[in-house]
């Protein structure tokens, strides 16, 4: 670990805000996350901030310590995304693993700490930041619902049917590899391109997930689907722990049908070897598995959500241009030359198309808009989450004139996301 310029601010009352300087200071932070956190996940902590290829940044590990003695007393963490937007490449910083210690909460710390989170998305050209967190609190700092979490269906295991006496094996299943790394990933970044958003994920975070990061209380174990035997046609992941007392299998690759009947059956076989009572699919909902499970008669698909904030909502949309571009071309939009106004209340956003392209993004004084929009409801309408209609049923101060509408519609659908893990 080393970090040349290590951050320091004294925030007064005897207490600095600081990030990791030293493998003292590792000990130290991952000893205090598992106060807060649960002993057990001590050892998840320490092996992300020495291991993980990106989230072992030592500047975005940031906490407060007592001068005097150097307790530590708050913390929390920027995990480093890579995401794609309709194929337009983002970064966004996860803030992860927040906690104070019971004597030192309501003083402001998550606030300072979360001050200092800013700086380093603005540094790093960041331009979404999301959080798992618990509910509620986060909204304070701009963080609004906005791409699905812990989205799953339940499948009781006798609802995976064995395979008759008359059907082939058709695909079967086993333990990936460090060999299957290409054709993982290559399934992997195919998949990705069914999401409106999703993860990117490079050599070294695969190389992460299928060996350190095994350590980790998100451990995950890959599994290969062949067909016919010796061809990989997919794979899929289960979790060792986790939501629920079921077995969870929370990532998977396009698969056919016969190679998502494997799969469950591999699922059912482990639940039962592993004494786990169903199977928990968290799984975008129009994967295969999913499909199946629901046919088969699981619970319904349900989602919580990441909480996302648009720290420079022109910055982001100037990003996603080519997205927006290829949505109108593809409309009766296509062509398109005018100005599009985002009033945001408190200020303004125009979007200048000529001929189909964006050729620039204003900012400016609120009022009027084409799509008037409370400003923490931005990124569920531009992840795709909810549609302008969904959030202008909840808050009516979200809404498009008429003939603004079903241009709204065209730049900002819905649709499908999911966030796979780095780490
Ligand atoms: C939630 C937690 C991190 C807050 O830490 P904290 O240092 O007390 O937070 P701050 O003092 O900086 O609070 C910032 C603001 O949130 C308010 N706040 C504190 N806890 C809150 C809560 N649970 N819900 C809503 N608001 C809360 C504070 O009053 C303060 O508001 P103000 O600035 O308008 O006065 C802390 O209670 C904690 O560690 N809880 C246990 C672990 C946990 O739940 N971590 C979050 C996992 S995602």
């Known amino acids: 670990m080393s970090n040349s310029t290590p951050y320091t601010r004294d925030l007064g009352g005897g207490l600095t805000l600081r990030d990791l300087a030293s493998p003292a200071d590792v000990e130290r932070v991952a000893a205090f ?33 007592e001068a005097a003695g150097g307790r530590v007393v708050a913390a929390l963490c920027q995990l480093p995304w890579r995401l794609q937007y309709d194929g337009v490449p983002l970064r966004s910083g996860e803030m992860g693993v927040v906690g104070t210690l019971e004597e030192y909460r309501g003083r402001g710390l998550q606030r300072a700490l979360a001050a200092r989170f800013d700086e380093l998305l603005r540094e790093g050209g960041f331009l979404l930041s999301h959080i ?4 509620f609190f986060y909204r304070q700092f701009g963080y609004e619902y906005a791409l699905p979490l812990e989205a799953w269906v339940r499948v009781e295991l006798y609802l995976v049917p064995e395979l008759r006496a008359d059907e082939g094996p058709g695909a079967t299943v086993r333990l990936a590899t460090l060999d299957d790394l290409p054709a993982l990933m290559r399934l992997y970044d195919h998949a990705g391109t069914t999401l409106g958003v999703g993860a990117l994920r490079d050599e070294a975070e695969w190389q992460f997930l299928m060996g350190k990061g095994l350590e980790t209380e998100v451990g995950a174990e890959t599994w290969v689907v062949e067909a016919p035997p010796g061809l990989i046609a997919g794979y899929f992941r289960t979790w060792f722990q986790g939501f629920g007392e079921g077995l969870i299998c929370g990532e998977s690759s396009l698969l056919s049908a016969d190679g998502a ?28 598995l999913v499909r199946i499970g629901l046919a088969l008669g699981g619970s319904p698909w349900e989602a919580y959500a990441w909480q996302v904030r648009i720290p420079d909502p022109a910055a ?6 080519p997205a927006l571009e290829g949505r109108l071309a593809a409309s009766p939009y296509a062509g398109l030359t005018r100005a599009f106004t985002i009033n945001l209340y408190r200020r303004g956003i125009t979007l200048r198309f000529e001929a189909g392209r964006l050729t620039a993004v204003e900012e400016g004084a609120g009022g009027g808009g084409d799509l008037r929009l409370p400003p923490q409801l931005l990124a569920p309408l531009l992840l795709g989450h909810r549609s302008l209609e969904e959030l202008h049923h909840l808050f009516p101060d979200a809404s498009a004139g008429r003939e603004a509408a079903p241009l709204v519609a065209t730049l900002f659908p819905r649709f499908e996301s999911f966030l796979y893990q780095p780490y």
């Open 33 to 65: 996350n598992a106060q807060i956190h649960g002993p057990e996940t001590e050892q998840t902590w320490a092996t992300w901030m020495r291991s993980h290829p990106y989230a072992s940044d030592p500047r975005r590990w940031l906490f407060v310590e």
């Open 132 to 135: 798992q967190g618990i509910p």
């Open 261 to 288: 009947m494997a799969a469950l059956r591999h699922l059912k076989r482990l639940a039962e070897a592993r004494d786990k009572p169903y199977i928990r699919l968290n799984l975008p909902r129009d994967s295969a």
């Open 316 to 321: 982001l949309l100037r990003a996603i241009a």
